[in-house]
């Protein structure tokens, strides 16, 4: 069983549309993130959620919106996407906000606007 | 000036040898320090975290800190031409106001052992 597990891992898709990547964890972790990381491998944290509430957001444009049901899933959906968006997105949990050494990150989802 | 930087390389050791990879930080609220490992198109595992200063040791692996200086270094022994990979360097602790820690990372470093 994956402990994080991302989808799509990749994604082709045109300049303006819609899209959402699915996370979930199996972990029983309580603290879920969202990573991008850009084509020269910086990896820059993005969202983060704790027990479902918003914790951290980084200045991330309004395209995108994190989206907790529960503590297991956090997903990410991206209103009209821009060639600037196409980066690898990492999904990761943690055990809590604080043990930042249990963090474990999904395989990424490879975003490609064209 | 970036949070966290890194010598993007790549490195170039041959087997056998020592590599060394550093990393210096600006931030003074950074408490944890965190060296990941990711292969080509893979994820970012975590190889070795220190928080204090010093040396920590774990098999090949050694993660060095110095606060003062604010400088964090990996250094891997033996190295072997499976260790060829992408080594980032991120800080711990809960920055600016928020009362979850979160991970700022470098830029990375690549390192090549050549058989």
């Known amino acids: 069983d994956t402990a994080v597990s991302q989808t799509p891992k990749y994604l082709v898709t045109q300049m303006g549309n819609d899209k959402s990547i699915k996370c979930e964890q199996n972990?029983?972790?309580?603290?879920m993130y969202w990573y991008k990381q850009d084509s020269k491998k910086f990896l820059k944290i993005m969202f983060s959620?704790?027990?479902?509430?918003?914790?951290i957001n980084e200045t991330v444009p309004n395209r995108f919106s994190p989206k907790s049901p529960d503590k297991a899933h956090l997903n990410l959906h991206i209103n009209s996407l821009e060639l600037g968006d196409s980066a690898v997105y990492f999904c990761?949990?943690?055990?809590?906000?604080?043990?930042?050494?249990?963090?474990?990150f999904g395989e990424g989802s490879w975003l490609t606007v064209v | 000036q970036k949070e966290v930087e890194q010598n993007s390389g790549p490195l170039s050791v041959p087997e056998g040898a020592i590599a060394s990879l550093n990393c210096t930080y600006s931030?003074?609220?950074?408490?944890?320090f965190f060296w990941y490992r990711q292969y080509s198109g893979k994820s970012p595992e975590l190889i070795m975290f220190?928080?204090?200063?010093g040396d920590k040791e774990d098999g090949r692996f050694t993660a060095q800190l110095n606060k003062a200086s604010q400088y964090v270094s990996l250094l891997i022994r033996d190295s072997q031409p499976s260790d060829s990979a992408t080594y980032l360097c991120?800080?711990?602790?809960?920055?600016?106001?928020?009362?979850?820690?979160?991970?700022?990372f470098g830029q990375g470093t690549t390192l090549q052992v050549k058989p």
């Open positions: 990761a949990s943690s055990q809590d906000g604080d043990r930042l050494n249990t963090i474990y």
């Open positions: 972990l029983g972790h309580d603290t």
């Open positions: 959620y704790n027990n479902k509430e918003l914790i």
């Open positions: 931030d003074r609220g950074s408490q944890s």
């Open positions: 220190i928080y204090s200063n």
């Open positions: 991120a800080g711990g602790g809960f920055h600016g106001s928020s009362n979850t820690g979160k991970l700022i």
